[in-house]
């Protein structure tokens, strides 16, 4: 069985002080819900290490928006600081998007894909996609998808036609500072 990720990431038990936010937005650029989930306090940073890279994900202050394109078959969640530095762009490859209780998720297939503002590009999990495969947890056609997806993706960013990492910053702004009216929802924990 794949695993559903939501956009609100509710059971995140070392977020111990938060507020999320989401909107759907309907643009020239991009189409499908975008969330922001502003990181008030945790019980403790997390790191991730990339190379000789280590980066900070999870902070005091910190915020991740997360994309959730219609249609599509991947997310992305962009990780700022709490200086509003973006720390790193984050891509899960996915089967699909929806929508449940207001909450939009995503069913993840495995692969990553990581970009540093260095412009470094990390593809991660694909021994975590090959045990799927081997455990009879996707088939062959969502095996093949996943790295289709990968593939593209990569591509992208490569040549620089992946709008949505030049996108997060306003996007981020536009949640941050309530500048979008109606089809939004604000919750604090």
Request: glycine share 6%; hydrophobic share 35%; proline share 3%.
């Amino acid at each position: 069985m794949l695993k559903r990720k939501y956009g609100d990431r509710a059971g995140w038990k070392r977020v111990l002080n938060r507020e999320f936010r989401q909107i759907f937005l309907d643009s020239d650029e991009f189409t499908g819900s975008i969330t922001l989930l502003q990181i008030r306090k945790v019980t403790e940073p997390s790191f991730v290490q990339y190379g000789d890279t280590r980066v900070c994900i999870v902070d005091d202050g910190y915020c991740w928006l997360q994309h959730f394109p219609k249609d599509q078959h991947y997310s992305l969640t962009t990780m700022f600081n709490a200086k509003g530095e973006i720390v790193q762009w984050y891509i899960d490859i996915c089967k699909e998007i929806g929508i449940e209780n207001d909450r939009p998720w995503m069913d993840d297939l495995f692969l990553d894909i990581v970009v540093l503002p260095s412009g470094e590009i990390f593809l991660k999990d694909e021994d975590e996609l090959e045990e799927a495969l081997e455990n009879g947890i996707l088939d062959k056609d969502l095996y093949q998808l996943a790295w289709k997806e990968a593939d593209h993706m990569e591509e992208l960013i490569r040549s620089e036609q992946f709008p949505l990492l030049k996108l997060s910053k306003e996007h981020m702004k536009m949640l941050y500072n309530d500048r979008i009216l109606g089809d939004e929802e604000v919750q604090n924990e």
